[in-house]
């Protein structure tokens, strides 16, 4: 129940070793060699960290919104998106299994913004509005076709396909889905896999 009022409160919120043996043993004094391996392993250490901070400029896109799963720590997402996150708030102390922690981090898009939740140092919500968008365009017929307890499988089979996941927080996962008119939207949220609730504005 704690991570469904979470996600409710959100939305309306990722070297080889020196093969020269022989040059290593004619060339370089056996004193040296603690020296020479130091800077392979930093270099392993910047290779695994590169490609994270290096896409996007170190801003939240779609890709790595994905690559995001509950239960990684805060370093584990920074490392995935590429740049800190800001604190929004913040309750309990650092070590309490109940410090809790909302951050925001920056975005590929002009009108787009995300948010992480964090219990006890893992990540228990992530949001994003904007960021990550579904082709998919749906009417109010299909909408009004929906109903609560239907399970995912027969939800997206009547709407064609899976929308764009603006919440997730466990078992609880919310879509977004555009309309077919300007500023049309639903949203849909599941819970164990089950509709629990729609909401709709402008279908038509």
């Known amino acids: 129940m704690k991570k469904l009022v979470f996600s409710a409160a959100l939305v309306v919120s ?15 004094p056996k004193d040296e060699k603690p ?10 250490k910047q290779e695994t960290s590169a490609p994270a901070a290096k896409e996007g400029n170190g801003k939240l ?3 790595k919104f994905k690559q995001i799963k509950e239960g990684m720590t805060y370093e584990e997402v920074v490392k995935i998106v590429g740049a800190e996150g800001k604190v929004l708030s913040e309750t309990g102390s650092t070590g309490e299994p109940h410090h809790t922690v909302m951050y925001e981090f920056e975005t590929d898009g002009v009108l787009s913004s995300s948010t992480m939740m964090f219990q006890g140092g893992k990540l228990i919500n992530k949001a994003q509005i904007g960021v990550e968008t579904s082709d998919i365009e749906i009417t109010l017929d299909q909408f009004n076709k929906l109903e609560n307890g ?11 396909g899976e929308g764009a996941v603006i919440s997730e927080s466990g078992d609880v996962v919310m879509y977004s889905y555009n309309g077919t008119v300007l500023g049309g939207n639903a949203s849909l949220m599941f819970q164990g896999g089950k509709l629990m609730n729609k909401t709709q504005i402008g279908l038509k």
Request: net charge negative.
């Open 14 to 28: 990722l070297g080889l070793a020196g093969c020269g043996e022989t040059t290593t043993k004619e060339e370089t």
């Open 61 to 63: 896109t779609e890709e």
């Open 35 to 44: 020296a020479a391996e130091t800077p392979k392993e930093d270099a392993t």
């Open 150 to 160: 239907m399970t995912k499988e027969k939800v997206f089979e009547i709407l064609g």
